[in-house]
């Protein structure tokens, strides 16, 4: 009997160690996919349906932007193709709006990425 107890215990705590490392996985794998692309040298500027800009999910001023592009710029260094800007509008943005942004990023002198919802 202490035998089969003791077996069961085992099993048990390997079962709530499985369950844990499970749990710890789901939360960090998308902590982790989502610090991706900045790790590969992806500036992805947001764009809310108000026309609104954030980076890494802080909102940042539409005045703020050429400042911004600046130093990307610095960060590229002279090094092609490591600092790209990627424009991630909302559903609700105007197609103006994105345009328009598209005009003004592209005149930055880095690599610029549409990314479509």
């Not at 202490?2 to 749990?23: D, K, N, P, Q, S």
């Not at 800009?53 to 002279?78: F, K, S, T």
Request: proline residues 7%.
């Amino acid at each position: 009997m202490r035998g089969a107890a003791v077996i069961e215990g085992i099993g048990l705590g390997a079962m709530a160690t499985a369950l844990a490392a499970a749990g710890l996985a789901l939360v960090l794998l998308p902590q982790r996919l989502a610090q991706r692309p900045a790790a590969q040298g992806v500036v992805a500027l947001a764009v809310d349906g108000q026309g609104g800009l954030r980076v890494w999910n802080q909102a940042i001023r539409p005045q703020d932007l050429p400042a911004l592009l600046e130093q990307a710029r610095r960060r590229q260094g002279g090094r092609e193709g490591t600092v790209r800007l990627r424009l991630v509008p909302d559903r609700e943005v105007p197609w103006g709006t994105v345009q328009g942004l598209i005009g003004r990023l592209e005149g930055s002198g880095l690599p610029l990425e549409l990314q479509l919802p």
